[in-house]
């Protein structure tokens, strides 16, 4: 299958970021075998063909296997994507669970079915990262991912949480990584756009995209044309945390406890002068 060129100065932006992610958090080590996650969509074409742009350049060695799961979702053109994948010189895992039957048993009618199915696509992928002697998982997500992960965790779950560039699954098996971590949604579409990847429809299992998601995005959206450079700030704000301004307990050194003092950040950053000198809420 022919390859289309893809837009050389986005591809070289993007290579600094995937390299600067992998160098910043330790993603990648010598003699890694990476499980890449491959949906079909932008994101994961966009990764794989970075990591093996990378791979041909890096002074260290490492590998991976382009793998998909599908689904079982009606219409999921597996064979395309084989063949797409084969093409691209690196090894190949296709796997084949029918979760969609599985989703569309446990949700309920009118129920979200996104959560229920990506538990089960994490749990078979690290199954199989495991059984294939992979040491890592590379998955898609991007910044913007990480920075509406951010916010949907703080307006539901009441926590201040992301998706980390790295994390360590609980059992200890496996390592999920994130080397987009630093590259934009836009900058990944328009670079799938010029590279012509093979892109399969995200709406095949006729379930309509996360709704707290979509609304939190187009929060976001809204507020960026308002005050250009929102979401920069936010994601921003995941790499500059001042827990003494906080108030989570676990973070203040006990009486007596030796430690880093919460209040080294001092009080100038309370200060919201600057803050109230560019926006307009
Ligand atoms: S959009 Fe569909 S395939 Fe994707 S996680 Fe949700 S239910 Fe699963």
Not at 129 to 158: N, P, Q, V
Not at 161 to 177: A, F, Q, W
Not at 261 to 274: R, V
């Amino acid at each position: 299958m022919a390859q289309a060129q893809p837009d050389r100065k986005l591809m070289k932006r993007l290579l600094h970021q995937v390299g600067r992610a992998i160098q910043e958090f330790g993603l990648v080590q010598d003699g890694d075998r990476i499980l890449v996650g491959i949906s079909g969509g932008k994101d994961s074409f966009t990764l794989l063909y970075l990591l093996q742009r990378l791979r041909e350049r890096a002074p260290i060695r490492f590998d991976l296997v382009a793998c998909n799961l599908d689904q079982g979702h009606p219409g999921f053109p597996g064979r395309q994507l084989e063949e797409y994948l084969r093409s691209q010189a690196c090894e190949v895992r296709m796997l084949r669970e029918d979760t969609y039957s599985v989703v569309k048993r446990l949700t309920p009618e009118g129920g979200t079915t996104c959560a229920v199915c990506s538990r089960l696509r994490r749990g078979i992928l690290y199954s199989a990262a495991a059984e294939m002697g992979c040491t890592k998982i590379a998955l898609g997500h991007h910044r913007d991912d990480l920075i509406e992960s951010l916010l949907l965790s703080m307006l539901f779950s009441g926590k201040m949480r992301s998706m980390p560039p790295k994390l360590r699954s609980d059992d200890g098996r496996n390592t999920v990584i994130r080397p987009l971590c630093f590259a934009s949604e836009a900058d990944v579409a328009e670079f799938a756009r010029s590279a012509a990847f093979p892109i399969i429809p995200c709406d095949l299992c006729g379930s309509q995209e996360n709704l707290q998601r979509r609304r939190v995005k187009r929060f976001l959206s809204d507020l960026e044309q308002e005050h250009s450079g929102v979401r920069a700030s936010l994601f921003a704000s995941m790499g500059n945390v001042l827990p003494g301004h906080l108030l989570d307990a676990r973070l203040y050194p006990r009486e007596g406890q030796t430690g880093a003092d919460p209040w080294i950040d001092g009080d100038d950053c309370a200060d919201p002068a600057p803050l109230l000198a560019t926006a307009r809420f």
